[in-house]
């Protein structure tokens, strides 16, 4: 009898210990996510673009006579006026052909008296033989032998004119070649750097100016935009043409190279309005005032183009991803979230203005909409979008 009840035995303990190591299963709770409010606010931000500094009047100097420059008068970043000799060049060579020219000028008009004294002896020879030849005294051969030759003295006449003609223009031309061996600045500005110096020799053909000088009491910052977002800016910014866009937008600031931001704002001016189809860019100025001289030419910087939305309809961005080229958020409804498609106007300082698709007071959630599902369960927890901002967008 005692084995049946050793084996009752074992079988109640087997039993007692399953029965101890089995545990109720619980659902977890769903996930909290944080909601916040569709609210509507006053959004500033800017769009930051790369510049490029230019003076608004960059003079190339070159030379227009072939020579070795004798004297330079001014150093490199010098502030000079129009008029203002730079470079003297040696005019040896010239000089020799001016003198050469004004013996052939000399020349000229000695040939010029003695045409003028052959045109008056064959006059005299005519006005003698005229009366002759009507009183039957003479042939008319004479006479026309005589007026033939008086033609040919005018003719002569003529020719020694047209060679002082020539020779006074060869002067002139040599003497301007000596004037201009002295060159001048071709306006008010700052001298850029010196390619050539003394000893050197310049002509009109050098691939490469002697200097520059750069009017730079204004400047000029370039910045282009790419394709889609000058699109953007037909589109989206007041005005009916790109001239009345262009003048409707706010002034603008400039960031210089060190982080600092240039006293002036600066104001734009024009656009190319055609797409640089090596870049694909359209570029755009601004003029800046430049009274204390900080800004020169060649510097760069960052043109800081203003957004400004008035009672603009925002979420954070955060709130917002992207599948198959459209932008969803997840409203939520009660524990529940619902996917939402919508339509972004802009994106400013991690915030997402709202075009279409959600209406002011409707909550969405703030963030980790990664993790989420449509008609997910969650656990919402209403925060303010203050809070939410501070993070990155999700993707």
Same mark, same amino acid.
């Given at each position: 009898?005692?084995?049946?009840?050793?084996?009752?035995?074992a079988?109640?303990?087997?039993?007692?210990?399953?029965?101890c190591?089995?545990?109720?299963?619980?659902?977890?709770?769903p996930?909290?996510?944080?909601?916040?409010?569709?609210?509507?606010? =006053?959004?500033?931000s800017?769009?930051?673009f790369?510049?490029?500094?230019?003076?608004?009047?960059?003079?190339?100097?070159?030379?227009?006579?072939?020579?070795?420059?004798l004297?330079?008068?001014?150093d490199?970043?010098?502030?000079?006026?129009?008029?203002?000799?730079?470079?003297?060049?040696?005019?040896?060579?010239? !000089?020799?052909?001016? !003198?050469?020219?004004?013996?052939?000028?000399?020349?000229?008009?000695?040939?010029?008296?003695?045409?003028?004294?052959?045109?008056?002896?064959?006059?005299? @020879?005519?006005?003698?033989?005229?009366?002759?030849?009507?009183?039957?005294i003479?042939?008319?051969?004479?006479?026309?032998?005589?007026?033939?030759?008086?033609?040919?003295?005018?003719?002569?006449?003529?020719?020694?004119q047209?060679?002082?003609?020539?020779?006074?223009?060869?002067?002139?031309?040599?003497?301007? !070649?000596?004037?201009f061996?002295?060159?001048?600045?071709?306006?008010?500005?700052?001298v850029?750097? #010196?390619?050539?110096?003394?000893?050197s020799?310049?002509?009109?053909? =050098?691939?490469?100016?002697?200097?520059?000088?750069?009017?730079?009491?204004?400047?000029y910052?370039?910045?282009?935009?790419?394709?889609r977002?000058?699109?953007?800016?037909?589109? /989206?910014?007041?005005?009916?043409?790109?001239? =009345?866009k262009?003048?409707?937008?706010?002034?603008? !600031?400039? @960031?210089?190279?060190?982080?600092?931001?240039?006293?002036?704002?600066?104001v734009?001016?024009?656009?190319?309005?055609?797409? =640089?189809?090596?870049?694909?860019?359209?570029?755009?100025?601004?003029?800046?005032?430049?009274?204390?001289?900080?800004?020169?030419?060649?510097?760069?910087?960052?043109?800081r183009?203003?957004?400004?939305?008035?009672?603009? #309809?925002?979420?954070?961005?955060?709130?917002?991803?992207?599948?198959?080229?459209?932008?969803?958020?997840?409203?939520?409804?009660g524990?529940?979230?619902?996917?939402?498609?919508?339509?972004i106007?802009?994106?400013?300082?991690?915030?997402?203005?709202?075009?279409?698709?959600? @209406?002011?007071?409707?909550?969405?959630v703030?963030?980790?909409?990664?993790? #989420?599902?449509?008609?997910?369960?969650?656990?919402?927890?209403?925060?303010?979008?203050?809070?939410?901002?501070?993070?990155?967008?999700? /993707?």
């Open positions: 009898m005692k084995q049946p009840i050793t084996v009752l035995l079988l109640f303990c087997l039993l007692a210990t399953s029965s190591t089995t545990k109720v299963k619980k659902t977890p709770p996930k909290p996510f944080p909601i916040v409010e569709v609210a509507k606010q =006053d959004v500033e800017y769009y930051s790369p510049a490029e500094i230019s003076g608004k009047n960059n003079n190339q100097v070159r030379s227009k006579i072939q020579g070795y420059i004297e330079v008068f001014i490199e970043g010098a502030k000079v006026e129009e008029g203002q000799p730079l470079f003297k060049l040696e005019t040896n060579i010239q !000089d020799r052909n001016a !003198d050469a020219a004004q013996a052939q000028v000399s020349s000229s008009l000695a040939k010029i008296d003695a045409a003028k004294a052959g045109v008056q002896a064959a006059q005299v @020879e005519v006005d003698k033989l005229i009366p002759l030849v009507e009183k039957n003479i042939s008319n051969i004479q006479l026309e032998t005589a007026r033939a030759n008086l033609l040919k003295a005018k003719g002569q006449l003529s020719q020694a047209a060679g002082h003609s020539a020779a006074t223009a060869n002067f002139q031309g040599i003497e301007e !070649d000596i004037k061996s002295t060159i001048t600045s071709p306006i008010d500005g700052i850029g750097k #010196l390619n050539s110096r003394t000893g020799l310049v002509g009109p053909s =050098d691939p490469n100016p002697i200097t520059t000088v750069s009017d730079v009491s204004e400047v910052a370039y910045f282009s935009v790419n394709e977002q000058y699109i953007y800016f037909f589109q /989206k910014f007041p005005g009916a043409s790109l001239d =009345d262009i003048s409707l937008i706010p002034p603008i !600031d400039l @960031e210089l190279a060190n982080g600092s931001m240039f006293e002036e704002q600066g734009v001016e024009t656009s190319t309005g055609q797409i =640089d189809p090596t870049t694909g860019t359209i570029e755009f100025r601004v003029k800046f005032e430049n009274k204390n001289g900080l800004l020169s030419n060649g510097n760069t910087g960052k043109v183009v203003p957004r400004k939305y008035k009672n603009a #309809l925002v979420v954070p961005e955060s709130a917002t991803y992207e599948q198959q080229g459209f932008t969803y958020v997840y409203k939520s409804q524990d529940s979230v619902v996917s939402m498609v919508v339509e106007k802009d994106r400013v300082s991690n915030l997402a203005i709202i075009e279409k698709g959600l @209406e002011e007071g409707e909550l969405v703030g963030k980790g909409v990664g993790n #989420l599902k449509n008609r997910m369960k969650i656990t919402p927890q209403k925060v303010s979008i203050d809070s939410m901002i501070q993070f990155k967008t999700v /993707k």
